[in-house]
């Protein structure tokens, strides 16, 4: 008999590092299933090096980057690519994760060719279609055509329930992204930096509404608490978008205490969060990680889809403010007191069995028994 066949379509480092533990764990079951992992190509060198922490590589590679490629252009290549993909491969499902320009074509093409469509990482709301952009709009349009809802949390679960989508069709399973962590987080951050004896403050940045003026401000802010404490070093893992690494390095290119380096594999940012005091970062999956660790992170954006960390504690959405950036790190960094309100180790994303609820959902859906985990709460 012929297996059900499941497309697992990636496009962006995030969704590799978060849909390769979910790839990992249905070819446990490949004598039931066969899974075949598509990259879009929408991301080129960041997503092979997030696969390959999971010794992954595309099956299918549509290898659509460009430099300084359009929201359209990455649309309409993506789009068409997949749509032949599917038309040979005639899949049973085709599972896609988040929020990008590539889940909203995998979750258009699916509808498109009526094939069923489960959502990894479903639920995430902020209440403006404008921020994140244009992420809340693909997240609410994978909503839309999404067979199966896999929210990582109960919040997200209820943003999904208050939009009117059937129940019987939403599981909370945790985020795949803790999978991802407890799967490579065991390593301390002791190989970086040794010979600093001081403290790191880690930056990333690259979310396309902070282009500019935005990233202008916040690298100012950063290179003032560098300046303000002298044990400090700034290290900051620089995206691969041109127009980012640009900017960063005309403001934080030339300081002794800054060290602007090529983004490091999962493997190896891992503990490079741990081995940090303070992480300043616009990134959804680093605001999700970093609490994991008990690390407090400033969350340079003016809403978040992920409040979860914030009501924990260890986030604190501050925005793209200069001041408020360094008064807000200035603060964490002088005092004890308001530092250790903010650093302690929670999980409000996950327990690391994310992908094993979904492997669970996914396999019943096609018809196909397989150990049941319990559902996240
Ligand atoms: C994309 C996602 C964003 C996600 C981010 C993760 C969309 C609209 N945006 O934004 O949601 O948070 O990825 O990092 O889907 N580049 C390279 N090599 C790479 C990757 C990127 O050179 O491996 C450069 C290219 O010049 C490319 C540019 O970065 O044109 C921007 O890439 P793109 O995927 O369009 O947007 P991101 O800002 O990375
Ligand atoms: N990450 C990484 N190397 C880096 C920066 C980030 O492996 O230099 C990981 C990080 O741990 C997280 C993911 O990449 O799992 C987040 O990716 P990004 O910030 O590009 O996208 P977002 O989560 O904002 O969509």
């Known amino acids: 008999m012929l297996k059900p066949r499941l497309l697992c379509v990636v496009g962006t480092r ?7 533990p979910v ?3 249905l070819r446990r079951y490949s004598d039931v299933i066969e899974t075949i992992l598509v990259s879009t190509g929408q991301h080129r060198e960041m997503l092979a090096q997030a696969l390959g922490a999971f010794g992954l590589q595309p099956d299918e590679d549509l290898d659509i980057m460009q430099h300084g490629q359009t929201l359209s252009q990455v649309t309409s290549r993506a789009l068409e690519g ?12 085709i599972l896609a994760q988040g929020d990008t320009t590539t889940t909203f074509v995998a979750a258009l093409n699916s509808f498109y060719r009526r094939t069923p469509f489960g959502h990894i990482e479903a639920g995430l709301r902020t209440d403006t279609i404008d ?17 199966l809802h896999f929210p990582p949390t109960q919040w997200a679960a209820e943003n999904l329930i208050k939009e009117g989508k059937d129940t019987a069709k939403i599981f909370v399973t945790g985020n795949t992204g803790i999978d991802a962590v407890l799967a490579t987080g065991h390593k301390e951050g002791g190989e970086w930096y040794p010979e600093h004896e001081g403290r790191i403050v880690l930056l990333t940045t690259h979310r396309r509404e902070n282009w500019g003026e935005p990233q202008q401000r916040i690298a100012r802010a950063a290179l003032k608490l560098v300046d303000e404490f002298s044990d400090i070093l700034l290290v900051v893992p620089m995206h691969k978008n041109p127009q980012v690494r640009e900017l960063l390095t005309s403001i934080l ?6 060290k602007l380096i090529e983004p490091p594999d999962y493997a190896e940012f891992v503990p490079l969060m741990k081995r940090s005091t303070l992480i ?5 999956g680093v605001q999700e990680e970093a609490p994991a660790f008990g690390i407090p992170v400033l969350v340079l954006r003016d809403t978040t889809e992920r409040p979860e960390g914030v009501k924990a504690g260890t986030a604190k959405l ?3 403010d200069e001041e408020r950036i360094y008064d807000e790190g200035r603060k964490l960094l002088s005092s004890q007191v308001a530092y250790d309100k903010m650093a302690h180790a929670v999980s409000p994303y996950g327990d690391g069995a994310a992908s094993a609820r979904i492997r669970y959902v996914v396999l019943n859906f096609l018809g196909i028994d397989s150990p049941q985990v319990k559902m996240w709460e």
Do not use: C, Q, W, Y
């Open 14 to 20: 995030p969704e590799a590092i978060k849909v390769s």
């Open 23 to 25: 790839v990992l764990e």
């Open 82 to 93: 997949l749509d032949a993909l599917i038309e040979r491969l005639k899949p049973s499902m």
């Open 131 to 147: 921020n994140p952009f244009p992420e809340e709009f693909n997240r609410r349009a994978a909503g839309l055509v999404a067979d």
């Open 253 to 258: 290119g030339s300081h002794e205490r800054i």
């Open 280 to 284: 300043l970062s616009d990134s959804g």
């Open 318 to 320: 501050v925005g793209t």
